[in-house]
C-alpha cells in the first residue's frame, strides 16, 4: 500500500494518535491514557477508535508496530511513529482547518423545548452543568499548575479549556438567575 500523507485523509482520532507517538512510542492502552490526561479534556474519542485507527495506521506505514514480551500479562503491542507518519501529522497541523464538529448541546435542545418542563427543572439542570464546568476548571488549574511552563502547545489548548469553563460557568449563572425569576412568575 503506498504512503498516505494527504492531510486531507486522515481522522482527527488517527492525528490524536500521530501526535502522541511524537513523543514517545505507545501501546493503545497507553495512548488512551496519554489522550485521557491530554487532548481529552478538548478532544475525547472512545477507547474502540483508538484500537480501530492503529492497524490502518501501520498498514499506511505511518506507524510500526512491535510485540514486546510481558512478563505476568500476555504480549501487546508498542507502536512507534515514522518519518512518513511525522510528515502527515505535519500536513495535516499546516493545512487549512477543518470546520469544527457541529456542537449538538442536549441541554441547549432541552432550554430550547423548556416550556414542555418547567424552569425548576431546567435551572437544576444548568446548575449540574456549571458544576460540572467547574470541576473542568479546577482540573486544568491543577494540570497548569504542574505543567511545564515552556511547553507552549499545551499550554494553548488548557488556556482554551479554561476560557471555554469559565464561559459556561458565567452562562449558567445567568441562565439560571433568568430560570428563577421565571419560576417565580
Known amino acids: 500500500m503506498p504512503v498516505r ?15 502522541l507517538l511524537t513523543r514517545m512510542a505507545m501501546s493503545g492502552y497507553d495512548l488512551k ?25 501501520v498498514e499506511a506505514r505511518l506507524v510500526t ?22 510528515a502527515a501529522l505535519r500536513a495535516w497541523i499546516e493545512g487549512t482547518p477543518p470546520p469544527p464538529d ?18 425548576e427543572v431546567l435551572a437544576e439542570q444548568v446548575r449540574a452543568r456549571r458544576l460540572e464546568a467547574e470541576r473542568l476548571r479546577e482540573t486544568l488549574e491543577d494540570i497548569d499548575s ?7 502547545y499545551p ?20 441562565t439560571e438567575d433568568l430560570l428563577a425569576r421565571a419560576g417565580e412568575a
Open 5 to 19: 500523507t494527504k492531510a486531507a485523509t486522515l481522522t482527527t482520532t488517527e492525528v490524536a494518535v500521530l501526535g
Open 155 to 174: 499550554a494553548l489548548t488548557r488556556r482554551w479549556g479554561l476560557e471555554y469553563a469559565d464561559a459556561v460557568i458565567r452562562w449558567a449563572r445567568e
Open 33 to 57: 491514557k496519554a489522550i485521557d490526561s491530554s487532548v481529552g479534556y478538548f478532544w475525547g474519542p472512545a477507547k474502540s477508535q483508538i484500537y480501530a485507527v492503529l492497524p490502518r495506521l
Open 65 to 86: 508496530a512491535k510485540k514486546v514480551a510481558q512478563s505476568q500479562r500476555p504480549d501487546k503491542k508498542v507502536y512507534r511513529i515514522t518519518a512518513a507518519g511525522r
Open 102 to 119: 457541529p456542537d449538538r448541546n442536549p441541554l441547549l435542545l432541552k432550554l430550547f423545548f423548556g416550556e414542555a418542563s418547567s424552569p
Open 146 to 152: 504542574q505543567a511545564d511552563p515552556n511547553d507552549l
